[in-house]
């Protein structure tokens, strides 16, 4: 079945660093790609999503790109800030039904 | 648009009792509504499926006789916890999707989440 494997927490950076966090996902056909953020005592908000093999998914200074030969679809932000303190998701939606697959979840402290 | 409320934010409930969680959909019709369980730092759980006017499906391992789901109209789904023990203790989400939105077959809209403590 559907899979997704996340780098495995917690992140702790400081302002103005360089994030990167890594998802790979098993799958059968072509899956849609999505990273979600979680701030504390709140839901899921979408934050990015790549829909086939070399989209990148971009917003808020986060990009993420759809890599099929690596099955990856790694979160990247080139300058952090505290506000990006939360826990970050990597979801699959696979090709069958809608329903969605999500890694585990990696928090993210970003220190001023 | 596409804002999802839940209701309570949070409940504590004696062990043994019922709780009802509710999920509305503001400002769009939701056909398709989902509740997952999220345990502290960990990943969400789909628990079940459900669509407006229909029986919820349920995923492995997940006892429909004790997270009872209802979804009786187009922006609401309820989720009632029976006979609540401490280990039913975690942070329920719901989310939903439906016709004319934004965004592919897979885009959920969440809730804010309930969390639920049993004593």
């Known amino acids: 079945g559907d899979s997704v494997t996340q780098m495995e927490g917690p992140v702790t950076l400081s302002e103005e660093a360089f994030l990167t966090i890594n998802c790979t996902y098993t799958a059968t056909g072509y899956p849609s790609l999505f990273w979600y953020v979680q701030y504390p005592g709140e839901g899921l908000q979408l934050l990015l999503k790549a829909t086939k093999a070399d989209d990148k998914g971009s917003n808020k200074g986060f990009e993420a790109t759809y890599r099929k030969e690596t099955t990856s679809f790694h979160l990247e932000k080139g300058s952090v800030q505290v506000s990006d303190s939360a826990v970050y998701f990597c979801a699959l939606g696979g090709t069958s039904g809608s329903r969605l697959t999500f890694g585990e979840g990696t928090q993210l402290t970003v220190n001023p | 648009g596409a804002v999802v409320s839940q209701h309570p934010s949070w409940v504590i409930c004696k062990s043994g009792t019922s709780v009802k969680i509710e999920c509305r959909s503001l400002d769009f019709q939701a056909t398709t509504m989902f509740w997952y369980r999220q345990f502290p730092k960990q990943s969400l759980m789909l628990m079940a499926t459900s669509n407006e006017g229909s029986k919820a499906t349920y995923e492995q391992g997940v006892e429909k006789d004790k997270f009872l789901i209802n979804h009786a109209s187009l922006t609401l789904s309820t989720l009632t916890v029976t006979s609540a023990h401490p280990e039913d203790s975690s942070f329920y989400i719901c989310?939903?999707?439906?016709?004319?939105?934004?965004?592919?077959?897979?885009?959920?809209?969440f809730g804010p989440g309930t969390r639920l403590t049993v004593l």
């Open positions: 989310s939903a999707r439906g016709p004319g939105l934004a965004g592919g077959p897979h885009e959920q809209f």
